[in-house]
């Protein structure tokens, strides 16, 4: 588990400063504009987004609270990965070195 922790944090340090930089050297319009005239680029944010689902279905799955689920969802779409590193790291903080808490979450003691 202290790999996986790992490795979210440095996904969180890596989006953090990828977010950071596009917010503060990027133009959100102009460039997006760009993406969504290359054919490329829609597939890549049809992949992307594709990923936030899939990703969010797990956050839904394993959240006993859908509220709690939905924020993270809602958090998913609108900041991408850094919030898929950030819950990641959550559930292994909360999951108190249990693999199965760690994937299954508040449904680990229906499930098993």
């Known amino acids: 588990m202290k790999i996986g922790k790992f490795i979210a944090i440095l996904g969180i340090l890596a989006m953090t400063a ?13 460039d997006g504009a760009l993406i969504l005239a290359n054919p490329w680029g829609i597939v890549s944010l049809v992949d992307l987004y594709t990923g936030f689902v899939l990703f969010s279905l797990w956050i839904y799955f394993r959240e006993s609270n859908l509220m709690i689920a939905i924020l993270w969802i809602i958090a998913m779409m609108v900041l991408g990965f850094f919030t898929g590193a950030v819950y990641v790291l959550y559930a292994f903080l909360t999951s108190k070195n249990d693999w199965l808490t760690f994937f ?3 449904r680990k003691n229906k499930l098993v």
């Open 18 to 30: 990828a977010l950071v930089y596009g917010f503060t050297v990027g133009d959100f319009g102009a």
């Open 104 to 106: 299954l979450g508040a």
